[in-house]
């Protein structure tokens, strides 16, 4: 594929594997234009662009997974899967057929993916996804986004600003400090969850303990959070900022600066910043153009 890739692609998010690998889940600008559901699948492996074909489908979440097998996994809204390993890849279909896929997460090596009505699924294996029982509550929460310790302790958090958790038998609601979409949610070092949303709203914590962050005057939605080499960074649509003791400081980039941002990956001490036209990697003392 020929760069830049942003001039007929739409990216969408991308999960990295290793240093210099990224794959990215991305629309063709034509089709997105004409809303013909679809999805391009991309590889960014060592320096290199290639195409991974197209789907005609909506991919909406994507992960790497460590258990059973290491292999990406791609899912679109109504539950299609798409996975990739050394050269091989194969197709599924979670069933019952979800309602509306949102997230997906990596909890202790396995890929969870969640969604609308409270729809929670683990992977087990190439060909089985276990749908995790919803709540007992009649008002079902709409999921977007998913994290975790373990099959007993995976957190889900999303629309009214509700935080679950489910502890391998039920799930139980264990924060409520605010009402706005919550939109992602990372693990830090330090063994807290951090989930961030619109209006600025960021809070942490575990189990039943749970406190609001402090950002100041900070309003903008966020799109994103990651904990990178012992600090917290956090996306918007329009930029990128790390949190410091004084707050929320705009990450500085050179001249080339990226214009779009909205999900965070890392591995291997690489931290990636995808937006819709752009797509960058930071080795943690400079950020790099990949498209």
């Known amino acids: 594929m020929e760069k830049p890739i942003s001039k007929s692609t739409v990216f969408i998010t991308g999960a990295a594997r290793f240093h210099d690998l990224i794959y990215l889940i991305g629309r063709d600008k034509d089709l997105d234009v004409q809303h013909v559901g679809h999805s391009r699948l991309i590889g960014f492996d060592g320096g290199k662009f290639g195409h991974m074909g197209d789907r005609n489908w909506n991919a909406h979440a994507i992960a790497i997974a460590k258990q059973p097998t290491e292999r990406l996994v791609i899912i679109g809204e109504s539950g299609e899967v798409f996975t990739y390993a050394a050269g091989k890849s194969t197709s599924r279909q979670i069933s019952p057929e979800p309602s509306a896929i949102r997230s997906a997460g990596v909890i202790d090596g396995y890929v969870y993916a969640c969604g609308m009505k409270h729809e929670v699924y683990r992977r087990n294996s190439d060909d089985s996804w276990i749908a995790i029982p919803k709540p007992a509550q009649q008002a079902l929460a709409d999921l977007e986004a998913i994290g975790g310790f373990g099959e007993s302790e995976v957190y889900a958090a999303g629309w009214s600003g509700e935080v679950w ?26 063994g807290e969850v951090v989930i961030c949303g619109q209006g600025g709203v960021m809070i942490r914590g575990r189990n039943q303990q749970w406190s609001k962050m402090d950002l100041g005057e900070y309003k903008d939605d966020i799109w994103d959070v990651a904990w990178y080499k012992d600090k917290l960074y956090f996306s918007t649509m329009t930029n990128l900022y790390c949190l410091s003791e004084n707050g929320p400081e705009a990450v500085q980039f050179s001249d080339d600066k990226p214009n779009t941002f909205y999900h965070l990956s890392q591995a291997e001490g690489v931290l990636w910043s995808i937006g819709a036209s752009d797509v960058f990697s930071f080795n943690g003392d400079n950020w790099s153009r990949i498209d």
């Open 165 to 190: 958790l489910w502890d391998g038998i039920s799930w139980s609601v264990v924060s409520a400090l605010t009402n706005r979409i919550l939109t992602s949610m990372c693990i830090t070092d330090r």
